[in-house]
């Protein structure tokens, strides 16, 4: 592993290194990106620039220096051999009292990971869970540091043998995974959620959507008990198909889903800044 922080390649990447007033340690006041790392190159990083550039916005925090963060990724990734790896970019509010108000003259602290990453597995297991995405909440679609909803939820799918929790909206919709996007087969039709459902904008939903036919559609979560198929996709996933949910197997990869993993991993090896 080895991390950059504001400016500086850290010696050693495990020390202490941000101070404990950090908005981003003490509240969760940050943003942040996984990258996915492909031979020392990382994949659709101008994508998750330009979307830590706009979460930071929606958050309220200044704007990210982003000829400065690409200095921080070259940083790490420089003299490295990583065939697989992840970058992990944290943006926060710096130095700030311990309550919930910024202070108005900090700086922001900025912090680049990069770190060997295990291929994903063939196929999956995922479960719904009982908690709602509010998808009219004021950190609906932001990909921000306060995590803590996906930790509970994650931690209940892994007691069921699972790798990932699937959540509802409000309004009982299809949402969203802890940390991937949902797409599903009905009728030979692929489908994944609305980002108006309160899913994240991820970077691996609008590349699919951008390579392969696939509608846009909220409906309820129950769609996905006579969904022919389910995978997710993500930074650390790609493409990767459900072979059970909650308590029903399904074919992974099933037609479609083959379909997309080979359209995946054509057009990733075709172009490593889609």
Same mark, same amino acid.
């Given at each position: 592993m080895r991390a950059w922080i504001n400016g500086s390649l850290l010696d050693d990447p495990t020390s202490p290194?941000?101070? #404990?007033q950090d908005h981003g340690f003490t509240v969760g006041d940050g943003v942040f990106e996984a990258v996915k790392v492909v031979d020392g190159r990382p994949f659709a990083l101008t994508r998750h620039l %330009?979307?830590?550039a706009g979460c930071a916005r929606g958050l309220g925090l200044p704007a990210p220096d982003? #000829? %400065?963060? =690409? =200095? +921080?990724v070259a940083a790490v990734l420089d003299g490295v051999e990583l065939?697989?790896?992840r970058l992990r970019i944290t943006y926060t509010g710096g130095v700030a009292s311990l309550g919930?108000? =910024?202070a108005d003259d900090s700086s922001p602290t900025l !912090? !680049? #990971? @990069? @770190?060997?990453m295990a291929a994903a597995a063939a196929s999956t297991h995922a479960v719904t869970v009982p908690w709602p995405r509010n998808e009219r909440g004021a950190l609906a679609g932001l990909k921000t540091t306060s995590y803590a909803e996906n930790v509970v939820a994650l931690a209940r799918a892994r007691e069921q043998g699972a790798t %990932? @929790?699937?959540? +509802?909206?409000t309004v009982g919709n299809l949402c969203e995974g802890t940390g991937s996007n949902v797409f599903y087969v009905v009728d030979g039709e692929l489908r994944t959620p609305t980002l108006g459902s309160g899913c994240l904008a991820g970077i691996s939903r609008a590349l699919l959507l951008e390579w392969y036919d696939a509608v846009e559609v909220d409906e309820p979560l129950d769609v996905l008990t006579r969904a022919d198929e389910v995978f997710l996709v993500s930074t650390t996933r790609d493409v990767q198909p459900v072979h059970r949910l909650d308590d029903r197997d399904l074919p992974a990869p099933g037609p479609v889903t083959a379909e997309c993993v080979k359209v995946w991993a054509d057009r990733e090896a075709a172009d490593v800044d889609p």
């Amino acid at each position: 592993m080895r991390a950059w922080i504001n400016g500086s390649l850290l010696d050693d990447p495990t020390s202490p290194a941000i101070t #404990v007033q950090d908005h981003g340690f003490t509240v969760g006041d940050g943003v942040f990106e996984a990258v996915k790392v492909v031979d020392g190159r990382p994949f659709a990083l101008t994508r998750h620039l %330009e979307r830590m550039a706009g979460c930071a916005r929606g958050l309220g925090l200044p704007a990210p220096d982003l #000829v %400065e963060v =690409r =200095r +921080g990724v070259a940083a790490v990734l420089d003299g490295v051999e990583l065939p697989l790896g992840r970058l992990r970019i944290t943006y926060t509010g710096g130095v700030a009292s311990l309550g919930s108000g =910024r202070a108005d003259d900090s700086s922001p602290t900025l !912090v !680049v #990971v @990069a @770190a060997p990453m295990a291929a994903a597995a063939a196929s999956t297991h995922a479960v719904t869970v009982p908690w709602p995405r509010n998808e009219r909440g004021a950190l609906a679609g932001l990909k921000t540091t306060s995590y803590a909803e996906n930790v509970v939820a994650l931690a209940r799918a892994r007691e069921q043998g699972a790798t %990932e @929790a699937i959540f +509802g909206n409000t309004v009982g919709n299809l949402c969203e995974g802890t940390g991937s996007n949902v797409f599903y087969v009905v009728d030979g039709e692929l489908r994944t959620p609305t980002l108006g459902s309160g899913c994240l904008a991820g970077i691996s939903r609008a590349l699919l959507l951008e390579w392969y036919d696939a509608v846009e559609v909220d409906e309820p979560l129950d769609v996905l008990t006579r969904a022919d198929e389910v995978f997710l996709v993500s930074t650390t996933r790609d493409v990767q198909p459900v072979h059970r949910l909650d308590d029903r197997d399904l074919p992974a990869p099933g037609p479609v889903t083959a379909e997309c993993v080979k359209v995946w991993a054509d057009r990733e090896a075709a172009d490593v800044d889609p």
